[in-house]
């Protein structure tokens, strides 16, 4: 049997139609709606005395795009009135001032290392506004640490010059695009047209030689993708040298994102095996293009700050994607945007802006759910990290973090994996669990299994009541978000 029929089995044996990215663990659905204002102060207050010295990783959310792309189920609003960018950043500054004043007041200084500005695209900003941005940071916390400044960048709205006016004004250091997919069929098909000419003409030396990292996302999924297809974008990619490649798979969602359904207009989307042959094409170009796996969804050059992060244990996954730094701790501003301190506390601000700004207006922090980890809690996320980021579980790495002997703390997990070993997914061995390279492309079933409040013995339908009031409360928010769109 080949190596793609027998991965085929696997695929169908394995497949749910309810997987989580672990992101977060525990995943959002079980946040606390009543972690609010108070709740994220108090979190503050607990957790910031304790880790005076933590790098923290900042991010700035700038929720707007001048056009749809059908694909997306980002929290973002599709806005040509640059007043309504105005009138948010009014918010978003007053949000700064309501974080750094409370912080202040309790004798907190943030130790920024990295400042990430995501989307939405923050290239709608124009230049004086993104400069204001980042000279109203510098004002509140000691930029000279800040090792790592990214700006995710449309393409489409960005030219060498701006990308160095961002650099060389704002100090931004690495550039992620949303690359997606580089086939002229696949562009059409989901609204977003950007050639590979456009990379060539912005991504010149000039250019690369500000930026330490160029992250390209690709997104797996899109109609019209095929094995073809794929492997031509992964040619043309290769040529324009990224050092950073993230791999995504497109959540279909239209119960969220209405628009999506666009997408099936000539035909349907791939399926869970094709998108599975998609990954397996891309591995296999981007292995022989030079570039080093250095996480579940991950590629890099082997002299990329990635991968130097993955070689001595200082990559993390988050919301943010695959990064550099360890365990990230973030503080987050702006709608929709996410923070957590640690293994401790997760916070996220409101989706919609009406709500956001409602918060902003009484004076309080606009963060709508969050949770406090409990001990299982952190110990399970470290284990789907681990897993996400390493491919292993590392007894020893679970001793020295949290003092228990992981081999039996998770007996049931591993008496569960037997099957997994039985198709050589896992191996078993005294220091640990390690994920074979078939078990790599099976990382979100395996995290799965250390999920104690969705785990994979829990019924379709009870995932799904899980679920389903997560995605009521997103389709809300959408619909909100569709009356402020132009
Ligand atoms: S540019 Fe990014 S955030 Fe905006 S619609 Fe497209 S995918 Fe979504």
């Not at 250091?173 to 977003?192: A, K, T």
């Not at 730094?325 to 916070?347: H, K």
């Not at 996320?381 to 002997?405: L, M, P, V, W």
Request: proline fraction near 4%.
């Amino acid at each position: 049997m080949t190596k793609m029929v027998l991965n085929a089995n696997l695929i169908k044996k394995y497949h749910q139609d309810l997987v989580f990215n672990y992101s977060e663990y525990p995943t959002k659905d079980h946040w606390n709606f009543k972690f609010q204002d108070d709740e994220y102060k108090k979190a503050i207050l607990d957790w910031f005395p304790k880790n005076k010295d933590k790098k923290i990783f900042f991010y700035v959310h700038i929720p707007f795009c001048e056009e749809l792309c059908w694909f997306c189920t980002c929290s973002k609003f599709i806005n040509k009135d640059y007043a309504k960018v105005t009138d948010y950043l009014n918010y978003l500054y007053k949000e700064i001032d309501l974080l750094f004043e409370y912080l202040n007041k309790n004798d907190i200084k943030l130790n920024v290392g990295t400042v990430f500005f995501g989307g939405g695209s923050p290239t709608i900003l124009n230049r004086e506004d993104l400069k204001s941005l980042v000279d109203k940071l510098k004002s509140l916390f000691d930029w000279s640490k800040v090792e790592n400044f990214t700006i995710e960048s449309d393409p489409r709205r960005v030219d060498e010059d701006r990308l160095i006016y961002n650099h060389e004004v704002c100090g931004a250091n690495r550039i992620s695009f949303g690359m997606q997919d580089l086939d002229p069929e696949v562009q059409r098909r989901v609204n977003r047209i950007q050639p590979a000419k456009l990379f060539e003409n912005i991504l010149t030396p000039n250019v690369r030689k500000f930026y330490k990292e160029i992250a390209f996302d690709l997104l797996i999924g899109q109609p019209g993708q095929t094995i073809e297809t794929m492997s031509k974008t992964c040619d043309e990619m290769i040529k324009l040298k990224p050092t950073l490649v993230q791999l995504s798979l497109m959540a279909y969602k239209p119960w969220v994102a209405k628009y999506q359904v666009q997408m099936l207009a000539e035909g349907p989307l791939p399926d869970f095996l094709e998108r599975k042959e998609l990954l397996n094409i891309i591995h296999k170009k981007l292995i022989a293009g030079g570039y080093i796996r250095t996480g579940f969804e991950c590629y890099s050059l082997p002299d990329s700050p990635m991968t130097k992060a993955f070689n001595e244990g200082e990559a993390h996954y988050g919301a943010s994607g695959h990064q550099t730094g360890g365990r990230v701790n973030f503080i987050a501003v702006g709608s929709s945007s996410m923070s957590n301190l640690g293994n401790d506390y997760y916070v996220q601000n409101f989706y919609d802006i009406p709500s956001y700004k409602k918060a902003i207006d009484n004076n309080l922090l606009p963060s709508f759910r969050g949770l406090k980890l409990n001990k299982d809690d952190k110990i399970r996320q470290h284990a789907t990290q681990q897993i996400r980021s390493y491919f292993k579980i590392d007894y020893k790495n679970f001793y020295e973090q949290f003092g228990i002997n992981a081999k039996k703390y998770f007996k049931k997990e591993i008496d569960y994996m037997s099957e997994m070993h039985k198709d050589g997914l896992v191996n078993f061995m005294d220091d640990g669990i390690f994920l074979t390279e078939t078990g790599r492309d099976f990382t979100q079933n395996i995290m799965n299994v250390f999920d104690s409040y969705d785990p994979p013995e829990k019924s379709y339908k009870e995932r799904l009541n899980t679920v389903k009031k997560a995605k009521e409360s997103q389709a809300k928010v959408q619909e909100e978000a569709d009356k402020l769109s132009i």
